[in-house]
């Protein structure tokens, strides 16, 4: 006989935690699978602050925030070490999840999983960096890992590919070992990190290439210099333009990619703009009965919202396994309109009130975000592509639409 | 006891030692800078067991001879040493009515060297055979013993053999100089001291032709030819066959197939460089864009660039004159050049072995003595994710390290690791580094390019060698992973 539970989740950074510390509270039996030696999933090794302002309404560190989490998990049961190799999906209401520990190669049944895996990071490979492939070039998480969870300093003139957050943080983390932050290069012509964040190169005096790349690194042994080129707005480069940085580290932070492969193996719908599964507003999957949350969903910016995630997974979970099945009469499409990059969930019921996050694809100030076929309208005075938006939808709104409600961002007169 | 020094341990110096492993009366020594095998030449290759029907007899004859040879032993070889391989034939696909000339040519050469099976193939078959080709192709040239190993893998497995058969390896051995003395060979000075020897076997690749210098034998010079490579993520799909498109004069063209371990993979150009840049092994922009567009020819549904998990170079040792020289050399006696093996070195390696090991005997009237007890067999590191649950199972519970996956995308695990680890030690590699981790295990080879594992391989080298964790190196001396811990710069330590 299998061991069998209400809900698997596969992951035990936030979002996963978020969702088996909700699934339990609400009478769920919940078994969190995490392949790491520990729980947290990345928050580990961010150890600066920042976590929580929004769910614990104060500032945490990353390891604070995780280990409040972890405390609430009792009740749960955790396996760590253990990575998950398979997902069957052998009906709607039975599923099979067969994962490898030191205890062994394991099945165990589930009626619902919720798939919280993170995401990975682009690497420099795929950013179509060419020339020697050398020591000395990490991606920001890895070198993140290296210095906060390991404590080996990987260099001392470090170049930055991405003014996202996680090479922000990178850049001052470096600045803060002493280390030089020759300077951070981004493609785009606005920098792509949050405002707090981007206070850390006024903080430390670190030059920001905006429009420009990395094209090139040269070393025998170790990177000894870099190729920048200049980009014009078509992201096209310009001849004449290249310079070299000499910099024994190239940090790559060129962005994250939801990991969904094991949801792709049984045919989870993908959505190409998030890189995640294409989910309805309990964040359920187009296989029902698997839900997703967090970074495998679409990238978000802040933990909070990682949590909010998980919790509104596992509430999908718990109705799902109450009624058989996530039920709507009909499904309202949520649709991307006007400089609007991406949006999850992709159908909304109607039957509640949803979180809707999304992101625009360039910065525009003093700007309208509006959904038409409803009527709704909200005005702000900036949106950037680096700033996940986050709005509520109520369900009484949703209703008004008859097949789909678009949303969209269109300048002020 | 006659002493034989190889240098070079690549794919050639590796077969080499291990055809002389069988011999009582040769005491075998292999040496290579490297801190690991299979550095040079051997790295970075298209990984193909050709077929033999591309080298011309007439003005290539070692080639064309060793080459057919060579597959032929590969069959063998690789069951012996369990090295990864896939027997998938491959297609030299005519996209014009005028190829099939050249097609003809080369089945007609394939036969005249002694190549089975070929056939040329029409239309519906070769699309049997290959449905993803580009749809304008008029049919091919059909090659079924063509296969694809591991070229690392390979040369680790036949030097674990060697090594288990008594040949003694000398790794981080730079050869600084030969002794001769009255024209015959005394042995080889080294960073790590004198290696005395009877005879020398010069397999040392690109650099083959500055070890003949050292023996005043300068007829030939080698220069680098590089090749460069995109490799796909798993989840692109990729050919069955090994694809060529129809030869040019100068080049066998740009290759599709799926690799191993299911990559597509596309490559290489042909690019020239002169004689001093054999360390030269940048990718270029030029390069790759030329083999995306000789790739697109036969396989016009690439993937998006964003799915490239990895770029890279190689070289070819391109010799004077074009063909493998593979000869004793009569003005320094004992003294036997193995040099200029270019493509297809990969394929012809054990036949090369065995020709050297009959130079031996002819030209150096030496008598070889068997062995009584000679092991041809060697096994293949743990691959975990090769395993059915049953055995797995079974050897997580000898052993729990192998539940415990390090690599997430080629599920790699801490036992995997370790057997490495000790594999290493057991063929004397001295300085741990994470390629030499990743040679053995395919650890840091997936999607995400290791990104998650190296810290975590780093660690368990760290202990298993007793050195700091930023002292592990990604390839060996001066490419440590780090200058020391996170306060050495705040302590205004100059480390690294």
């Known amino acids: 006989m299998l061991e069998s539970y209400d809900v698997v989740v596969i992951g035990g950074g936030p979002a996963g935690m978020g969702a088996a510390i909700k699934a339990k509270e609400l009478g769920l039996k919940v078994l969190l699978l995490d392949d790491n030696d520990f729980l947290g999933g990345i928050l580990p090794q961010c150890i600066h602050p920042g976590f929580g302002l929004h769910y614990f309404k104060e500032e945490l560190t990353g390891p604070e925030f995780a280990y409040r989490l972890i405390n609430k998990l009792d009740g749960v049961e955790v396996k760590t070490s253990a990575r998950?190799?398979?997902?069957?999906?052998?009906?709607?209401?039975?599923?099979?999840?067969?994962?490898?520990?030191?205890?062994?190669?394991?099945?165990?049944?589930?009626?619902?999983?919720?798939?919280?895996?993170?995401?990975?990071?682009?690497?420099?490979?795929?950013?179509?960096?060419?020339?020697?492939?050398?020591?000395?070039?990490?991606?920001?998480?890895?070198?993140?890992?290296?210095?906060?969870?390991?404590?080996?300093?990987?260099?001392?003139?470090?170049?930055?590919?991405?003014?996202?957050?996680?090479?922000l943080i990178m850049a001052r983390r470096f600045a803060l070992e002493g280390c030089n932050v020759k300077a951070v290069i981004e493609l785009m012509p606005y920098p792509g990190g949050l405002a707090r964040n981007l206070m850390i190169l006024k903080d430390f005096n670190i030059p920001l290439y905006l429009s420009h790349k990395v094209v090139e690194v040269r070393g025998r042994k170790r990177v000894e210099k870099v190729k920048v080129v200049k980009v014009d707005e078509n992201l096209r480069e310009i001849p004449g333009s290249e310079f070299w940085i000499e910099a024994d580290t190239l940090i790559i932070s060129a962005g994250l990619i939801p990991n969904v492969k094991l949801l792709q193996e049984i045919g989870v719908r993908i959505d190409p703009a998030t890189g995640g599964p294409v989910v309805n507003d309990r964040l359920e999957t187009s296989v029902p009965g698997i839900f997703v949350a967090g970074n495998s969903l679409l990238i978000n910016d802040l933990v909070d919202y990682v949590v909010e995630q998980g919790e509104t997974a596992a509430e999908g979970a718990k109705e799902f396994i109450e009624n058989g099945g996530i039920k709507s009469t009909r499904w309202i499409k949520l649709v991307k309109g006007e400089n609007v990059r991406l949006v999850a969930p992709h159908y909304l019921s109607g039957e509640r009130d949803v979180w809707i996050y999304a992101r625009v694809q360039r910065p525009i100030e003093d700007v309208t975000l509006e959904f038409p076929e409803i009527g709704k309208k909200l005005r702000l005075p900036v949106v950037k592509p680096s700033e996940m938006l986050r709005i509520k939808l109520r369900g009484e709104e949703i209703r008004k639409a008859k097949e789909k409600i678009t949303m969209q961002v269109v300048k002020n007169e | 006891m006659i002493k034989v020094a190889i240098i070079g341990a690549g794919i050639t110096g590796a077969s080499i030692a291990r055809v002389l492993s069988r011999y009582e009366n040769l005491e075998v020594h292999l040496i290579d800078k490297n801190p690991d095998v299979g550095w040079g030449v051997s790295k970075a290759n298209t990984a193909l067991i050709h077929g033999g029907y591309d080298d011309d007899p007439d003005k290539y004859p070692m080639r064309a001879k060793l080459c057919v040879r060579g597959n032929r032993l590969w069959h063998r070889w690789v069951k012996e040493l369990e090295i990864p391989h896939i027997w998938n034939g491959a297609l030299v696909v005519a996209l014009e009515e005028e190829d099939f000339d050249e097609l003809e040519k080369l089945l007609e050469r394939g036969i005249r060297n002694g190549v089975p099976e070929m056939r040329i193939v029409d239309r519906e078959e070769l699309f049997h055979l290959e449905p993803g080709l580009n749809p304008e192709a008029k049919g091919a040239l059909w090659i079924p013993t063509v296969g694809q190993i591991g070229p690392i893998p390979a040369v680790i497995a036949i030097v674990e053999n060697a090594v288990a058969n008594g040949v003694k390896i000398h790794l981080n051995t730079k050869v600084k100089g030969i002794k001769v003395q009255n024209g015959e060979v005394k042995g080889v000075e080294t960073n790590n001291g004198f290696i005395e020897a009877d005879v020398i076997i010069n397999a040392a690749g690109l650099y083959a032709d500055e070890i003949s210098r050292m023996v005043g034998l300068d007829y030939f010079t080698i220069h680098p030819r590089k090749g460069e490579y995109w490799i796909f993520d798993d989840t692109v799909p990729g050919p069955r066959r090994v694809l060529f498109p129809t030869p040019t004069p100068i080049s066998k063209g740009i290759v599709v197939t799926t690799e191993i371990s299911g990559h597509l993979m596309i490559g290489p150009n042909a690019q020239?460089?002169?004689?001093?840049?054999k360390e030269n092994l940048a990718t270029t922009r030029e390069g790759l864009e030329e083999v995306w567009e000789g790739a697109k020819k036969l396989w016009p549904n690439l993937p998006p660039r964003s799915k490239v998990i990895r770029t890279f170079a190689g070289l070819r040792p391109e010799p004077t004159g074009g063909d493998f020289i593979i000869k004793a050399e009569e003005e320094v006696f004992g003294f036997i050049n193995v040099a200029g093996i270019r493509s297809p070195g990969l394929t012809s390696a054990p036949a090369i072995a065995y020709e050297v090991a009959e130079i031996i005997q002819r030209d150096l009237g030496i008598k070889l003595i068997e062995k009584e007890k000679w092991n041809p067999y060697r096994k293949d590191i743990t691959r975990f994710s090769m395993l059915s649950p049953e055995e797995a199972n079974r050897l997580i519970r000898e052993n729990p390290a192998y539940g415990k996956i390090v690599c997430r995308c080629n599920l790699v695990t801490e036992g995997e690791i370790l057997e490495a680890i000790e594999r290493m030690k057991f063929i004397g590699v001295k300085i741990p580094s994470i390629d030499s981790i990743k040679f053995r295990t395919k650890a840091t080879s997936g999607t995400c390019q290791g990104s998650f594992c190296r810290v975590r391989i780093i660690q368990l080298l760290s202990k298993?060698?007793?050195?700091p964790p930023w002292e592990i190196t990604l390839k060996g001396e001066g490419s440590e992973i780090g200058i020391g811990d996170v306060k050495a710069l705040l302590r205004g330590e100059n480390s690294a």
């Open chain 2, 272 to 277: 020239d460089l002169p004689p001093e840049e």
């Open chain 2, 464 to 467: 298993a060698y007793n050195v």
């Open chain 1, 84 to 167: 998950v190799i398979e997902i069957q999906n052998y009906s709607d209401l039975e599923k099979f999840v067969t994962y490898v520990s030191p205890e062994g190669v394991k099945k165990v049944a589930t009626k619902t999983i919720i798939y919280a895996a993170g995401a990975r990071e682009r690497h420099a490979f795929e950013i179509g960096i060419v020339g020697d492939r050398v020591a000395g070039i990490y991606t920001a998480g890895e070198a993140q890992a290296l210095m906060d969870l390991y404590g080996i300093l990987p260099g001392r003139d470090i170049v930055i590919v991405g003014s996202g957050d996680v090479g």
